[in-house]
């Protein structure tokens, strides 16, 4: 018989979800009195209500997508060293509760909303603030950021400009691909539901590009085609010719935008420009040659240890999974993403697209930052729990 009480409505399932929504928010900044993250602290604090939601509500845990990551971690902790292989262990307590339905999806999507919305103001008006009288308003607190992360990005925190100097404001992230990222979420959910928040969605978007940010651009753009092409043209009866038309006006707008400095300096982060000119992709892709580019097949295909990266190179997942983990690791990881991919739908399926895509270009596969992505995906995923939340209406559905 199917339960009538959703357990997650519960004040567990509210923390929960804010437990979620602000671990991209707190993760720059250090602990009072320690050299350990904000958000390290908490996901190490919250493995006891975690372990006690899997023990109350084990029935309900998806196996299945558990046990996939579980091979994952599992080979993980064999090439860590230290007590660094708690981390992985973190992970996979922590997606093995939320797999039970804990997470409130109504509240979830609310403070992701809310957050994005209030990111997005806070670009807006650094933008507009430094268009006009040539500033910058900082929305970050240098002083109370984790050491490694103030000698990197004290001077960007402080004047807004990057390493092109190209004055690229991030609100309170650290940069404009970590705004994206986690914006891009709001974005989507203001989209999909019976009746969409086109106010927000908009705000949303105006702040996705007021960052500068390449892959915001992108990203932006890929989220309101998906949501025009599958959702919306489900509600409407959409016929071909009108995907036809609206991908015609879709390729005109770029074209429009090209031609335009300030969303052509954006473009021209992404695309690239002439030789020896900056390029976003080919930023993130620096360190391939040097660490790959005399490897074989059969050099990658344990990895070499978490220990041997090192620090100060930027390497994407992808690369950051290949070089520790090698291919054994990287194929698990993505066999459990393909899993998610299947059981996934509308946005949540974006959502996932969005992440797999991603690991060629950034770096999510930190514990904090799976444990963020995959936690939304699923919470937000109807049935990928085994527990009957009737009362939860599907992500495509008008929520409270």
């Known amino acids: 018989m199917v339960k009538s009480i959703s357990y997650n409505h519960s004040s567990l399932g509210k923390a929960y979800a804010l437990y979620l929504a602000i671990l991209p928010l707190i993760l720059a900044y250090k602990f009072p009195g320690i050299e350990m993250g904000i958000a390290t602290v908490l996901i190490a604090v919250g493995i006891f209500p975690a372990m006690l939601v899997i023990i109350m509500k084990r029935r309900y845990v998806n196996m299945t997508l558990v046990s996939l990551l579980f091979l994952y971690i599992g080979y ?21 509760a939320i797999t039970t339905g804990i997470v409130d999806n109504v509240k979830l999507r609310y403070y992701l909303e809310s957050f994005s919305i209030i990111a997005a103001v806070v670009v807006i008006f650094q933008q507009i603030f430094h268009i006009l009288l ?44 970590h705004f994206s990222q986690y914006v891009i979420l709001g974005l989507g959910s203001s989209l999909y539901r019976k009746r969409p928040y086109y106010r927000k969605a908009l705000i949303l978007s105006f702040g996705l590009f007021a960052t500068t940010s390449g892959m915001g651009f992108v990203l932006t753009f890929v989220i309101w085609a998906w949501w025009f092409i599958t959702y919306k043209k ?22 429009i935008l090209s031609q335009i400095s300030f969303t052509a300096s ?12 900056y390029n976003a992709i080919n930023g993130r892709l620096f360190f391939w040659d040097s660490y790959f580019g005399d490897k074989s097949f059969g050099d990658l295909i344990y990895g070499y240890g978490e220990s041997e990266l090192e ?21 698990l990881f993505i066999l459990f993403l393909l899993y998610l991919l299947l059981k996934t739908k509308d946005i949540t399926r974006m959502y996932t697209i969005i992440y797999l895509s991603l690991l060629f270009l950034a770096n999510l596969t930190g514990f904090i930052s799976i444990i963020f992505n995959i936690g939304v995906i699923i919470s937000l995923t109807p049935g990928l729990s085994k527990y009957k939340l009737v009362k939860i209406t599907p992500i495509t559905h008008k929520f409270c």
């Open 76 to 96: 993980v902790t064999t090439k860590t060293e230290g007590n660094n292989f708690l981390l992985p262990i973190f992970i996979l307590v922590h997606i093995t």
């Open 311 to 331: 620090k100060g190179v930027y390497f994407t997942g992808f690369m950051k999974i290949l070089y520790a983990y090698g291919i054994i690791g990287l194929t």
């Open 134 to 177: 040539g500033g910058h308003i900082p929305a970050m607190i240098p002083s109370l950021l984790l050491k490694d992360i103030f000698d990197n990005y004290s001077t960007q925190v402080t004047t807004g400009f990057g390493i092109e100097k190209l004055y690229r404001p991030s609100a309170f992230f650290l940069e404009p691909a």
């Open 266 to 277: 954006i473009i021209g982060r992404f695309a690239g420009g002439d030789s020896g000119e």
């Open 234 to 255: 489900k509600e409407s009866h959409m016929t071909s010719v009108n995907v036809i038309v609206f991908v015609t006006i879709l390729a005109l707008l770029l074209v």
